[in-house]
């Protein structure tokens, strides 16, 4: 286990740096100039953006600008943000906790919701409502994040007022708890503003169903896959000639190894919703780590996307390495893949 956990690990630098090299290149391949966004489309001399450009080193060769990049990423400096003027890890340490708020409620959706379905279409297989599951699952993978947002926008917000969203994470004119985690609804509940958690509860929940609908599909049709794929092994026929109940096989038996996959899959889409709540945040406002990436890429604020697309793909690697390392505790044959 040991091993094998160490070579995931020696693979991330080279990962990281990788990344880094082709976001550089691209962004430096977007037309445009930072220092001539930074004044807002202003009439503003060249001799002011050339001292622009030489405070941010812009006026070095990209190889040159590439190589400080690297040196003060392997001391942990991110660069200094153009847009903002402050360091780029605070911002994206500020902003994580925002993002993981809306993942982890996302994702909790998910999985209360997703399960009891799968088990019911896995039950009735071949019946009416496994039909109509497996039809409202397929629409759901196909259709986009933000296109559900928009709908649950318009309906449950502006037509019903049964939600709140679309302005961030609390009403106007409510001020945030005291910062002890970093997300919201837990700083309130912690802090006793019952006010605060019940209107940062309310905000959360649109963007929460928007990120989980996607994630209830796969959920769904991955438990259903298992458990029927399950179904038909030796020991299950064992307990049923038992005289199990029908109940005791499915919850005691096929569940807990259908789940196995089913968690699988669920720790790596946990990874990717880190990094791809990026439209889902800004149709809602959410202030967290992909409506700071949309404002800079707009900006061409380059050590911002440089750092926000590094944290990305650590969290996604690092999730993913998590989810690997409990599969190879459950079924040793990966250890030695």
Do not use: C
Not at 8 to 28: D, E, M, Q, W, Y
Not at 128 to 134: F, G, L, N, Q, W
Not at 157 to 173: E, K, R
Not at 279 to 291: D, N, T
């Amino acid at each position: 286990m040991l091993v094998y956990a160490a070579r995931r690990l020696l693979a991330l630098p080279v990962l990281l740096i990788g990344i880094s090299a082709v976001t550089f290149l691209l962004l430096h391949l977007i037309p445009g100039n930072p220092a001539a966004l930074y004044y807002g489309g202003q009439a503003v001399s060249g001799s002011t953006l050339a001292a622009l450009d030489r405070q941010w080193g812009l006026d070095r060769p990209l190889p040159i600008q590439y190589l400080y990049y690297l040196w003060g990423l392997l001391h942990g400096d991110l660069g200094v943000s153009f847009r903002t003027g402050g360091p780029v890890v605070h911002q994206l340490l500020r902003r994580f906790p925002v993002t993981l708020e809306l993942t982890l409620a996302g994702t909790l959706l998910a999985i209360l919701i997703g399960i009891p379905i799968g088990i019911i279409a896995a039950n009735r297989q071949g019946k009416a409502a496994d039909h109509v599951i497996r039809a409202v699952t397929l629409v759901l993978l196909g259709v986009p994040s933000f296109w559900l947002g928009l709908v649950l926008l318009f309906l449950f917000n502006a037509q019903l007022h049964w939600l709140t969203g679309g302005d961030g994470q609390l009403s106007f004119g409510l001020h945030s708890p005291p910062r002890i985690t970093g997300m919201l609804v837990l700083d309130a509940l912690l802090s006793g503003r019952m006010g605060t958690f019940w209107n940062a509860l309310h905000h959360l929940i649109g963007p929460a169903i928007t990120v989980a609908l996607g994630l209830i599909a796969t959920v769904v049709r991955m438990l259903r896959s298992s458990l029927l794929e399950v179904s038909g092994q030796d020991y299950l026929r064992t307990a049923r000639a038992k005289g199990l109940p029908q109940r005791s096989v499915l919850y005691k038996h096929a569940l807990r190894n259908a789940l196995i996959p089913t968690l699988t899959v669920v720790g790596v889409q946990f990874g990717y919703l880190l990094g791809g709540n990026v439209l889902v945040e800004s149709v809602f406002a959410w202030p967290g780590l992909g409506l700071y990436l949309i404002q800079s890429v707009q900006n061409l604020d380059y050590p911002a996307v440089l750092g926000a697309t590094l944290l990305f793909a650590l969290l996604f690697a690092v999730v993913n390495l998590i989810t690997d390392l409990l599969f190879a505790a459950i079924d040793p044959r990966i250890r030695y893949a």
